[in-house]
């Protein structure tokens, strides 16, 4: 068992640098040994900022996959770049955090989850949205069976204004679609997660690009520019599972709606309700009335303590590195992870063709 771990990155962009580094460099078991970026320059600055004393800086990932002292990589580059990366670095003996979406295809996800069966390697996904406080007590509530069977969910992940103008998000080739594949994969797996479902079987589509045509709009980052803009604005998803429940997915980044909700899930079963739209609420019967319970999540200030409390990204970046440490199975399984990518590209497919996709 290992005491501590030497990290690689691959990908010195805004999501390493936003939450993988930063998360990284609060745990004493793990060093981040290794940086690698085609910008080399954002490779050498993120290095300088969160590396160890002898990091080193690549522009090549196979070159720094050569480096035996290096036992895990993250995987923080443009999806479709996710399966070669990951694969190569499983079969080079190191176990992979891989951001999400899982791959831009599912075919590209079924070959990582291969790879992870061939070399024995851990893979996980970065969904971080697990690691929430409302996110772990309701999955606490589903595993308990306080809900019953949960045979109709929604998954919402539904922006006004807020398109990712930099980097590869508008671009098709490299991202795979907009909305849907960038946040709606988090709401889905949250979904999912909570419904312990993993039993696709009819799959209805529509996506939309409407807002994305306008030129100077509003939006949180800047006006987007509608000649880069190859994604879609909005999509919605119809899915049917194995045992017959229903999931409703909504996923934007420019929609006009005022009720905006990202990486969040509505839960109805047999026995109960819950919901994260206005922090977390439980609903069902009681003693032949009908009761809704609030959820406090906040223990309360306490007088002149500045502790930090540790975040979701944290939360989750530690959990992974505990795995590899004590040799657990990560809370991120890449069998879950790849029926989301399955359930995506499915969507993606009926809102092109019209016509629902079966499983």
């Not at 032949?288 to 906040?298: F, P, R, V, Y």
């Not at 002149?304 to 399984?333: A, C, M, Y």
């Amino acid at each position: 068992m290992e005491s501590s771990v030497k990290i690689g990155i691959i990908g010195c962009g805004g999501i390493a640098n936003g939450k993988h580094l930063p998360a990284l460099a609060r745990l004493d078991q793990a060093e981040i040994a290794a940086f690698c970026d085609i910008e080399v320059e954002k490779a050498q600055k993120a290095a300088e900022k969160y590396g160890s004393d002898n990091a080193k800086v690549y522009k090549d990932y196979k070159e720094l996959l050569k480096d035996t002292s290096i036992s895990v990589i993250h995987v923080c580059t443009p999806n479709d770049s996710h399966a070669d990366i990951s694969i190569a670095a499983m079969r080079s003996g190191k176990h992979v955090m891989c951001e999400k979406p899982m791959a831009k295809t599912s075919a590209q996800a079924q070959a990582m989850l291969d790879a992870q069966k061939e070399t024995g390697m851990k893979l996980t996904i970065g969904y971080n949205n697990r690691f929430r406080p409302d996110s772990q007590y309701l999955k606490s509530v589903c595993a308990d069976g306080e809900l019953g069977e949960i045979y109709y969910a929604k998954a919402h992940a539904i922006r006004r204004r807020a398109v990712p103008t930099w980097g590869v998000f508008l671009d098709e080739d490299k991202q795979g679609g907009g909305p849907l594949i960038d946040i709606g994969t988090h709401a889905l797996d949250l979904t999912l997660w909570m419904m312990n479902n993993y039993k696709p079987k009819t799959v209805l589509g529509t996506t939309y690009h409407k807002l994305g045509q306008k030129e100077n709009a509003a939006n949180a980052f800047g006006s987007w520019d509608p000649e880069k803009f190859k994604v879609e604005d909005s999509a919605f998803g119809f899915i049917v599972m194995e045992n017959g429940a229903t999931i409703s997915l909504e996923a934007s980044w420019a929609l006009n709606s005022l009720e905006v909700d990202e990486a969040k899930c509505s839960l109805s079963g047999t026995e109960g309700g819950a919901d994260m739209k206005d922090g977390l609420r439980l609903n069902g019967e009681k003693y032949g009335k009908l009761h809704t319970t609030e959820i406090s999540l906040d223990a309360g200030g306490v007088d002149f303590f500045d502790g930090h409390q540790e975040t979701d990204s944290e939360l989750e970046i530690r959990t992974w590195i505990d795995s590899v440490i004590h040799n657990t199975e990560p809370v991120v399984k890449p069998q879950e992870a790849l029926v989301v990518t399955k359930i995506l590209e499915a969507l993606y497919e009926s809102a092109r063709t019209g016509k629902a996709v079966e499983f």
